[in-house]
């Protein structure tokens, strides 16, 4: 029996699986590919493999790698025929091609001239064209506008009657009556049998009632009440204080009846108003706690400042700068747990995301407190602050000391103008009183315990930089302070380096 599968090489081709006891029978179904037993369903098939093939996994995946491979060739080879036989007439002049070798054909000459033939077919192939298109957004419009429009213009009739229905409307219910009948014009009774939304009959002890917008007539029990000041609200009259709205308050009735239909497009107006211009309060909170978590970030920055500044003995920020930052951060991680706990409460569905967001929410709280807040370094003793600065205290002294020494030996050696420096500051590199007086609109105040009339301008700068700093400190301003006070040392420094060089002279 040959086969005819296109799939089969050509040493395959006379080696056909006969499967069943005379031979020549095909069988079809899920066969299991090792044993070619009919399983039946792709269950059972499934689990026959698992339990009895499990070692021959790899195997028949090289079966399965070789019956793709052998199909990949015959298509290639397949196409390649076809491709032979259109252009045989081309060829019919018994030219023949020789591969690089000097050969005739065959081997890798074979294989690159199908692979050309391949690439040059692609090549020539047409390119598919765009088809047919067609926009359906002008349809889409022609269908959506009339009915948004219908829908938009009979709500705002529905808000201009009510606005002139809330008006005037009398507290007496009679003159009520006839004012909502003056003010839209009612269904004639006798034309309605059933009601409409119901279509139950009217009789003695089933009423017709009219709705106060449209006019339309409905039974008791169809009827919808809309509150006066859900009213007042819809018709934009809650922030008018006319004597007419006041009497609404003194109305019995405090409801106005509509029908189904009217107070369902009122509804959609209200709630539409609502998600323009009301926000979640989880919104809001969650807000909240994204400004406290900003804010706080300069403080936890300047509190390591202060510390490191502290611990190596220098004297621009104190102890007590410290602890006030430290309980302005301790507020702030009072309010985040407090905020964080609010989100908590909201009530929601159980189970919901939105349960789980809220819960997202105050673990982030709770972990940027313990990791930003309560973690902070603690500060050093006062004592030991003190050590530190007497220490540096005196190691300047005694830089002061041998500076000098060194400069007596300079005058004794080389004489006078040897060893001295001008060591003035330049001008610009502190804070002058015009820039000051700018800052955050401080007033300048002088300082406790100086003196006002003052003729030297940098004692009268070092009194203002005093007020600043005193003025920065009670606002917990440490940036500003750290840069009064570098001004302040800059000015205090020029100020001994004149009375020095005046002392020197008179000495002379």
């Known amino acids: 029996m040959s086969s005819n599968n296109p799939f089969d090489s050509d040493d395959d081709k006379d080696q056909v699986a006969i499967v069943g006891n005379g031979g020549g029978q095909i069988l079809e179904g899920f066969l299991c590919p090792i044993c070619r037993a009919d399983l039946k369903s792709i269950d059972v098939l499934t689990d026959h493999f698992a339990r009895q093939h499990a070692e021959e996994e790899d195997a028949l995946k090289s079966v399965f790698k070789d019956i793709f491979t052998k199909a990949k060739n015959k298509i290639l080879n397949n196409f390649d025929d076809d491709r032979s036989g259109s252009s045989s007439g081309n060829t019919a002049s018994g030219a023949s091609f020789s591969s690089p ?238 905020r964080s706990k609010r989100i908590l409460a909201i009530h929601c569905e159980p189970g919901s995301r939105e349960e789980a967001l809220k819960k997202a929410i105050r673990m982030s709280c709770m972990q940027a407190i313990k990791e930003r807040m309560l973690s902070l370094p603690p500060l050093p003793k006062e004592e030991y602050i003190r050590q530190i600065q007497e220490r540096k205290r005196m190691e300047t002294e005694q830089r002061i000391l041998t500076e000098q020494r060194l400069a007596r030996e300079a005058y004794e050696r080389y004489g006078p103008g040897a060893g001295t420096s001008n060591q003035s500051i330049e001008s610009g590199s502190f804070a002058q009183g015009s820039d000051l007086q700018s800052l955050t609109n401080w007033s300048a105040p002088q300082a406790a315990g100086t003196a006002l009339s003052v003729d030297d301008p940098l004692i009268e700068q070092i009194n203002i930089i005093k007020g600043y700093i005193k003025q920065a400190r009670q606002d917990l301003n440490f940036e500003v302070v750290e840069t009064l006070e570098m001004n302040l040392r800059e000015l205090q420094r020029e100020v001994y380096e004149r009375q020095r060089l005046s002392q020197n002279r008179n000495d002379d």
Request: glycine share 6%.
């Open 101 to 338: 070798t000097g050969g005739n054909g065959g081997g890798a000459s074979g294989g690159s001239s199908n692979a050309r033939s391949r690439q040059n077919a692609f090549n020539f192939m047409g390119k598919q064209q765009v088809g047919a298109e067609c926009s359906h957004f002008e349809y889409f419009q022609s269908i959506r506008n009339p009915r948004l429009e219908r829908y938009a213009s009979e709500t705002n009739k529905l808000i201009i009657r009510l606005h002139r229905l809330l008006k005037d409307l009398p507290t007496n219910a009679e003159q009520r009556k006839i004012h909502e009948r003056n003010t839209v014009t009612w269904l004639e009774g006798s034309l309605v049998k059933l009601c409409p939304n119901c279509a139950k009959s009217f009789h003695l002890a089933r009423r017709q009632h009219h709705c106060r917008l449209c006019g339309g007539i409905m039974c008791h029990d169809c009827s919808k009440f809309l509150d006066l000041e859900m009213a007042m609200q819809l018709a934009s009259l809650s922030s008018t204080q006319s004597d007419p709205l006041q009497n609404l308050h003194l109305q019995q009735d405090r409801a106005i009846r509509l029908c189904q239909h009217c107070l369902r497009l009122l509804d959609t107006r209200h709630d539409m108003h609502e998600s323009r211009t009301c926000r979640p309060v989880l919104a809001q909170v969650y807000e909240e706690i994204g400004k406290l978590k900003k804010n706080v970030t300069p403080d936890l920055e300047m509190y390591m400042k202060i510390n490191l500044s502290l611990n190596e003995g220098e004297n621009i920020f104190t102890l007590a700068d410290a602890n006030a930052l430290l309980g302005k951060i301790g507020k702030v991680a009072e309010a985040l747990d407090a």
